[in-house]
Structures are given as structure tokens and as C-alpha cells.
């Protein structure tokens, strides 16, 4: 049966990458992850906002990439060494700090894609989106990390759990499996998933083949692929058979593919 995450949207689905920041909203000092880059995409028709989560040093879950606050903010300490009122003045000139609770209640009818960047938000993002699964799909490079915060949706007791895309471990399971030929092999390493989501390319090794695509398929499982900003890119995917694109310019994907 299909997750509610994917159903009554026709794909190509368009993933909002970290929300949406254009040139102009850059230039003004708009960050990614903020509550004006996920309002952004929500008012550029997205369906579906790409996200990160870390936990502040009070136990808040927030929509942020990074481990530390150099890069976005220039302040040099971790998610993890900050309060949420430090960090929300932080982001107050930067399109405004939104935590995970706030982006759930604040946009209703987006669904999220969440990547758990940090393994002591786990349990949080699970309990806090528990209540919220029909429109989320759980993520993350590690694949452990991944089950804590389903294992935890699910103790939440609220019913269907969160989408899910399989991690590193999975999907070198599955390319390893599409190597030496074992259709049963790739089932068991997508049992459990409902999305591969992955770059076309890893340094000279192709990830998006054919071959993936048709295996992934059979098995119900979408492949999404990150992170794709031009248009031409955008049609040759699609045309190859992608289900989604993650993209820094959801507005120029949608426009394009849709």
C-alpha cells in the first residue's frame, strides 16, 4: 500500500531543498532552513519541503544543516552548545530560526522530508512527528539513526509510521546487489523503504543507472535524486525515469517539470 507521503501527488515530485532561497532573497540575507525559505516554497506551490534536523543544547529539534553555526550565521559553535533563544536571535535577521514543531503546525499541508543530521535528535524527531507521519518521510545518512527515530514514531503508538528513504548502508547494499545480480539480495535491502534518495553520481561511480531505477520499481520504491538545479538536468532525469528531484530552486522545477 502506498504511504499518504506519496499519494494523490502525480510524480515528478519536486523537493524543496532546505525550503527556497532565491538570488534576490539571498542578497536580502535569507538563509536556508529558515522560516522564510520553507514559507517560500510553500507559497511557490511546493508540495514537499527537504529538511535537516539537529537538537539545541535545551532538547529543541530545528530545521538546520550544519553541526556547527559558522557557515550561516558566523558564529562557530555547534547546534548542540546553543539554547533555542540563541539561536533564534541568531536567525532572527536571517529569515527566522522554525523548529521541527513549528514547520509541522505553521505549513499543514506540506509534507516533509527529513534528514535527522544529528543521532541525539533521533528519538525527538520521531516522537514529534509521530502524530504527523502521513505527511513525513524519515531520512538520514545513517541508516541506524534512521531506525531510532522510527522506532520512536512507532513507540509514540500513533498509528501509521513515516515515509522512509533507506541510508548509505542500504543503498550500497542495493548497488552491491544489482552487481552480482541477486533479485534477492535487492529485496532485502529495500524491505522497509520507500525511497532511495541519491545523487546521480558518487565521485566516478554512476548511482542513477537503469538498472536502478527498474530494480527500485519492481520493489515499490521511488528514486529521488539531489541535487538537481538545471532545467536540462531536470528533463534528462525524468525522461530517465526519476520519480523526484531535490532542488536549491524548487520554484524553477516546478515551473520546469510541471
Known sequence: MTHPWFAGITPPRVLAHRGLVTAEAAAGGIAENSFAAVAAA????????????HLTEDGVVVLFHDEDLTRVT?????????????LEALMADRGGLITLEQALDA????????DVKAEDAAVSVGTIVAPFADRVLVTSFSDDRRRTALAAAAAAGRGIPPATSGGTRTITRVIAALAVRSERLVARALRGVDALQVPEWQGR?????PRLLAA???HGVEVHVWTVNDPQDMHRLVDLGVDGIVTDRADIALETLH
Open 107 to 114: 505549513f499543514p499541508t506540506v509534507r516533509f522530508n527529513l
Open 42 to 53: 510553500h507559497s511557490a506551490g511546493a508540495h514537499y519541503v527537504e529538511s535537516d534536523c
Open 205 to 209: 561511480v554512476r548511482i542513477v543507472s
Open 216 to 218: 527500485a520499481h519492481r
Open 74 to 86: 558566523g558564529d562557530p559553535r555547534r547546534i548542540a552548545e546553543v539554547s533555542v533563544g540563541e
